[in-house]
């Protein structure tokens, strides 16, 4: 697919207190799913999606994820030498994948401000943003659709997906108007409204696609609670100027901040893997049988 778009940004300063004490001196971007790390589902996706042009907004202690994208010349004479060769291809693979850009968001200030220190880089170009503690697994389709969308429109275009009442208040949340399909125009959005107050129950998933002029809009908002900067109030002001368009789906998205969520990808990849899924699925029925939660027969 060719498309306008050629960068992406990939916010990952995050504490990860969800996951501590894991996160306590490993970014949470690299917490493994079976044997890759959070972080290389996304840089994965965006390169699929032809997107090779990448910028991770990263913070301190976060420079394991530098290291994960670099060379490791003695690992792979190692390799190499013992004749591991398909490990040594997989090695090479996470340095060769993309042009991997890094920058230092220097206080947690918010997705806002973290999208923002990426202004230098992209210039005046439409970028994507995704986030990095958000996998995608689809073969890119998502991010492809959002990118014909904004090639077709020539405007921002935003994930969406429907979540239960009682969740809404985590997640930014839109008022649509339907176009076509499973396509909306946003016609006003809100950061985690209470449950009674929100506009629908379509909340705005870690995958965006800005045209430049969000930059301008990051630059009018003023900080929120914690002295954050949401980059819900700088979409919010987009919208005064331009039409920003929302793409609904309804699978392949694993919340990896989330416990839960990330047992849940866990589980699903390795039943994915040709190599694990017969001997990982026997496991599995044998830990709920023996747990009783499994008839034994």
């Not at 996470?94 to 999208?115: K, M």
Request: aromatic share 6%.
């Amino acid at each position: 697919m060719t498309t306008s778009v050629r960068k992406a940004v990939i916010p990952a300063a995050g504490l990860g207190t969800r996951f501590l004490p894991a996160t306590k001196s490993q970014p949470k971007e690299m917490l493994p799913i079976v044997d890759k790390p959070t972080i290389q589902y996304v840089v994965e996706e965006a390169v699929t999606a032809g997107l090779t042009d990448i910028l991770i907004v990263t913070g301190r202690g976060k420079r394991a994820i530098e290291d994960h994208f670099d060379r490791n010349f003695e690992l792979e004479h190692y390799l190499e030498k013992d004749g591991k060769h398909d490990l040594l291809r997989e090695v090479r693979m996470s340095t060769e994948i993309a042009e991997i850009h890094y920058r230092r968001q220097g206080d947690p200030l918010g997705l806002g401000h973290a999208v923002g220190i990426a202004r230098e880089h992209v210039g005046n170009e439409p970028f994507a943003v995704m986030l990095g503690d958000d996998i995608m697994v689809d073969d890119a389709a998502l991010l492809r659709r959002m990118l014909d969308v904004h090639d077709r429109y020539g405007r921002s275009v935003v994930a969406l997906m429907e979540v239960s009442p009682d969740d809404i208040s985590s997640y930014g949340c839109v008022e649509p108007e339907w176009v076509e399909g499973d396509l909306v125009q946003v016609k006003s959005i809100v950061e985690k409204p209470k449950k009674d107050d929100a506009p629908s129950n379509l909340a705005v998933i870690g995958r965006y696609l800005f045209t430049p002029e969000i930059f301008e809009a990051l630059d009018r908002i003023t900080p929120g609670a914690n002295g954050e900067l949401q980059l819900t109030d700088a979409i919010g002001l987009l919208l005064k100027s331009q039409t920003v368009y929302g793409l609904v789906f309804t699978e392949g998205r694993y919340d990896i901040g989330k416990k839960i969520d990330y047992l849940r990808a866990t589980v699903d990849i390795a039943l994915d893997r040709p190599d694990l899924k017969d001997e990982f699925a026997d496991i599995l029925v044998d830990i709920l049988r023996t747990r009783g939660l499994l008839p034994t027969t």
